[in-house]
C-alpha cells in the first residue's frame, strides 16, 4: 500500500488545521508549499488540483470561490451554494409540450 500524500490529502490536513473556510489561491499556495511542487509544473499541477478538488466528496465548493470541509457544512448548505439560480416556471414553459427538444422521431430513433 502506498503512503504517498496526494494533493486532496494535502489540501484536507491543512483544512482540519484552518477550521474554516478558504479561497482557492490561498489553499493552493499551501498545497504547492506542502507537496514541494517544483515552480514549472504550477500551472499543470494546479489545473490537477482543481479538478481532484472537485471529485473529491471531502469539499464542499462555495460562493466566491471558497472551499471548506463537507462534513462541517450541512447538507441543504453544500447544495444551495453549487445549484444554479433557474427559475422553475422558465424550464416548465419551455419544455411543456416537448417541441423544445429536438428528439429523434420514427425511423431516427436508436
Sequence with gaps: MSTKLTMTDAAYNYMLKRKKEV???KLW???A????IPEE???RKKRQFYAELMEDHRFAALKGNKWDLRSRRSYQEVIS???????DDDVNEEYEDGDALDLPKGEDVY
Excluded: G, N, Q, Y
Design 81 to 87: 451554494e453549487t445549484e444554479a439560480d433557474i427559475d
Design 29 to 31: 499556495a499551501e498545497v
Design 33 to 36: 508549499k506542502a507537496m514541494k
Design 41 to 43: 509544473k504550477l500551472s
Design 23 to 25: 479561497e482557492f489561491p
